[in-house]
């Protein structure tokens, strides 16, 4: 077997490989063997079949087999050992490819274009200079907190007469320019509108002072641009919405406002448990330590942000673009148009960058993960998730076990999980060795910059 290489430029380059009978012959042999002893073909005893039968029953098959795994096998090992790191796969080269004839070759030629990385640096040091944000805790962001949490155990509370941020029920129908009812037109019955969700200061108005029994008609377009919220407020498909001009008569059937409860033992004990929080001291705390926390989730979220995005304005080598293309549109086969491949590329480009700087950053500090230290990733990982998504703080030991256990037998979770906290201990390590220019802030300007 013989593996040869042109260097096109920089990035792109043409691989020879080329395979010999001696390279795949005896593997073959001992291939057909196997089968032999396996086969069942009427006529012969087990493991008598002569091996000419055999060979002339999957031959083909067999060398065609052990041929792609050596190809394979041959080139991750070339690749290794001259230290080629390649973009994406090889692929064939159009030009120099002939079909191949497995009934009579018994030498193989494979011609493939590679794209090659660049050569680039990536420094993590204190001459490398990134923002930390820091965000303030302050009056404004305590009463907001404490407004979340009052919120998680309010009420709505019948009222007479809309005068703010209401909630209302009402039954809608769709109605023509005389406010006639359209024949076989939309109707909703109990739809919920929030007020406080309607941008339009002069709709809003319209709505004052109704009582429940009262009749409006409103232009549901320009109350609720979105086509989602109107498909959901109509209880109806988006697709039945097209072509609909007409207004909505709404009559209303209850007027209702949000209620919080007051700030009191009662309510520490929801939020906390039976005397966990006794003073008010004792919540002001309780307060600080969750907003501190947030907050720190926040700024660490904006944190590697603001690393991705350092680095790759430090990364100014260019990549194999041509090649990337065609291996786009070859790995996404049916999936992927060239117009899409041309609208998204840039996005494809930077995340093939950042991995880039990922790895090599991962290799010159010696990055590594334990077995030990994926498992209690997984377990907090799935902690998170109960948290998040069904409010559960105390899961039990043993559950989460369970889920880290059926988690370490799926390579792809593995894989995925190793990657994510691999990426963690490069953030980690980015924000130990670079200068960190903190920066205080408060959250609503905070909020701003992630909107950027």
Do not use: C
Not at 168 to 174: E, G, L, T
Request: glycine fraction near 4%; proline fraction near 3%.
């Amino acid at each position: 077997m013989n593996i040869t290489r042109d260097n096109i430029d920089e990035l792109n380059a043409v691989v020879r490989v080329r395979i010999e009978k001696s390279d795949y012959e005896q593997k073959v042999e001992n291939t057909l063997k196997d089968y032999r002893k396996k086969a069942r073909i009427d006529g012969f005893r087990p493991g008598m079949v002569p091996i000419g039968v055999i060979r002339k029953m999957v031959g083909k098959s067999v060398i065609a087999e052990e041929v792609n795994k050596i190809l394979e096998e041959s080139l991750h090992a070339y690749f290794t050992k001259e230290n080629l790191n390649i973009l994406g796969d090889p692929l064939p080269h159009d030009d120099k490819n002939p079909e191949i004839s497995w009934d009579t070759q018994t030498e193989f030629e494979f011609v493939f274009d590679i794209g090659i990385a660049p050569e680039f640096e990536a420094p993590v040091n204190n001459k490398e200079k990134i923002t930390y944000y820091k965000i303030i805790i302050d009056d404004e962001a305590r009463s907001q907190h404490i407004d979340r949490l009052r919120s998680r155990f309010g009420s709505f509370k019948e009222t007479g007469q809309i005068k703010g941020n209401e909630m209302i029920k009402a039954d809608m129908v769709q109605v023509d320019k005389q406010g006639e009812p359209v024949p076989e037109g939309i109707k909703a019955d109990d739809a919920t509108i929030y007020l406080e969700y309607i941008k339009e200061e002069k709709i809003v108005k319209q709505f004052m002072d109704m009582q429940v029994g009262k009749q409006l008609i409103i232009d549901l377009h320009k109350t609720f641009p979105n086509e989602t919220d109107r498909a959901a407020l109509l209880k109806t498909d988006k697709e039945k919405l097209d072509g609909i001009k007409d207004d909505f008569r709404l009559t209303i059937k209850s007027i209702s406002t949000f209620e919080k409860p007051e700030i009191n033992q009662e309510l520490y004990d929801k939020l906390y448990g039976k005397d966990v929080i006794k003073t008010t001291e004792e919540f002001d705390q309780q307060v600080n330590k969750e907003l501190a926390a947030s907050f720190e989730r926040e700024s660490e979220y904006k944190f590697t942000h603001d690393v991705r995005d350092y680095y790759l304005k430090k990364f100014k080598k260019n990549l194999p673009v041509e090649f990337l293309k065609r291996w786009l549109l070859k790995v996404n086969e049916g999936k992927l148009t060239k117009e899409q491949l041309e609208k998204d590329f840039n996005h494809f480009t930077d995340d093939l960058k950042w991995q880039l700087i990922k790895s090599k950053i991962v290799r010159e500090h010696d990055i590594k993960i334990t077995e030990e230290e994926l498992r209690a990733f997984i377990n907090f990982n799935y902690r998170m998730q109960f948290l998040q998504y069904y409010g559960i703080a105390n899961v039990p030991e043993e559950t989460l076990a369970g889920y880290v256990e059926e988690a370490m037998k799926s390579k792809s979770e593995i894989r995925r999980h190793s990657e994510k906290l691999i990426e963690n201990k490069v953030f980690e390590l980015i924000k130990k060795s670079v200068k960190l220019e903190e920066k205080e802030i408060k959250h609503e300007k905070f909020n701003k910059l992630l909107e950027k």
